[in-house]
């Protein structure tokens, strides 16, 4: 059960260096998310794309694009890194359902990237 | 604007016996509440859920409480296992996100043996 694969798993760039990072998930969702995890800062949302072709900025988007290449893929990248950007960046699919209370979503993550920028 | 707060960065119980981990959120208009458990080197993954028309969820060792009037959910793990020793993140989501999840910063738990 592959789930959600992110590739690489580290990385080091060095500052103005551009790079992707590459994620795609093998359940059909609909929904696909950039997360970066700072210490002390828990999980910030980066970008989001609810459906294939569409895509919206999350809480934190400053020096980031992304692609929803298709329904699997969804990619995030660094046009010119910052080491403001040091952090380890999860991709996430979500699944939707309606329960007692309304609509709620369920995350699941790849195993991260991370990601040094000197 | 922190809509969902862990206070406690970090607690340490031994094995055997109760860990609460505690969680307040400020929205009101959130109508779900999770909480992810994350290993080192490993995304996180979820645990357990319960939605605002309930004050418990039990699944388990886990049980997750919510007070509505005070804003506060904890997670109540017995026994507690070496095996429960991860980051905990509290989370939610409603109407007032947009049905997008909101996370807290996380809590340390460790299980001594």
């Known amino acids: 059960n592959a789930g959600v694969t992110q590739t690489p798993k580290f990385q080091v760039l060095k500052t103005g260096q551009s790079m992707t990072l590459q994620c795609a998930q093998d359940?059909?969702?609909?929904?696909m998310y950039w997360y970066r995890q700072d210490p002390g800062m828990g999980l910030r949302l980066i970008y989001y794309?609810?459906?294939?072709?569409?895509?919206d900025k999350g809480e934190v988007p400053n020096g980031y694009n992304v692609s929803r290449l298709n329904k699997r893929e969804f990619s995030l990248r660094l046009e010119s890194a910052a080491p403001s950007q040091t952090s380890v960046y999860f991709c996430?699919?979500?699944?939707?359902?309606?329960?007692?209370?309304?609509?709620?979503?369920?995350?699941?993550f790849g195993s991260g990237t991370q990601l040094s920028v000197l | 604007d922190q809509q969902v707060k862990q206070n406690s960065p970090s607690l340490s119980v031994q094995e055997g016996r109760i860990s609460i981990l505690n969680c307040d959120y400020t929205?009101?208009?959130?109508?779900?509440f999770l909480w992810y458990k994350k290993y080192p080197a490993e995304g996180p993954t979820f645990l357990i859920s319960i939605s605002s028309i309930k004050d418990k969820n039990e699944d388990g060792r886990f049980t997750v409480f919510l007070n509505k009037s005070a804003k506060h959910l904890s997670l109540h793990i017995v026994p507690s296992q070496p095996g429960d020793s991860a980051v905990y993140f509290c989370?939610?989501?409603?109407?007032?996100?947009?049905?997008?999840?909101?996370f807290g910063k996380g809590t340390l738990l460790t299980v001594n043996p």
């Open positions: 794309s609810a459906s294939e072709g569409t895509t």
């Open positions: 989370a939610a989501s409603g109407r007032g996100s947009n049905y997008k999840l909101t």
């Open positions: 359940m059909n969702h609909n929904s």
């Open positions: 929205n009101s208009m959130f109508d779900y």
């Open positions: 996430a699919s979500s699944e939707v359902w309606t329960g007692s209370a309304g609509l709620v979503e369920k995350l699941f």
